[in-house]
């Protein structure tokens, strides 16, 4: 009986929880940070909500969900018109390199 209430009382400590909603709250900024990052802030936000700086591990070896930039080949979110590294417009760079692309193979098969 005494040990449960020993229990209890650390339970019910709010030091203890004011440590645990740090953990969680530093927790999910890092996993949303490293998500934001791949392009997938959702995805890290729930694994860094379940499993702490575990989830931090697992998403970063999620593959980037980041659309490649036909000019430099940095990561872009997706969606984007313009590339936010070389600031080059996507939708004609895109559009060029599949030409290019096209051409090339005709070049190729002659
Ligand atoms: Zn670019």
């Not at 940070?33 to 702490?52: C, D, E, N, P, S």
């Not at 591990?57 to 997706?78: D, H, M």
Request: charged share 20%; glycine share 10%.
């Amino acid at each position: 009986m005494r040990m449960n209430e020993a229990c209890l009382k650390m339970l019910l400590d709010p030091t203890l929880w004011l440590w645990a909603t740090a953990f969680t709250v530093v927790s999910i900024g890092g996993g949303a940070l490293i998500g934001w990052y791949k392009g997938r802030m959702t995805v890290g936000i729930i694994w860094a909500a379940v499993l702490g700086p575990l989830g931090w591990i697992i998403v970063a070896f999620f593959k980037s969900n980041l659309a490649a930039c036909p000019e430099c080949s940095k990561g872009n979110r997706p969606g984007a018109r313009t590339c936010r590294h070389c600031a080059v417009d996507l939708e004609q760079a895109t559009a060029r390199s599949a030409r290019s692309r096209l051409r090339g193979a005709k070049n190729d098969s002659r």
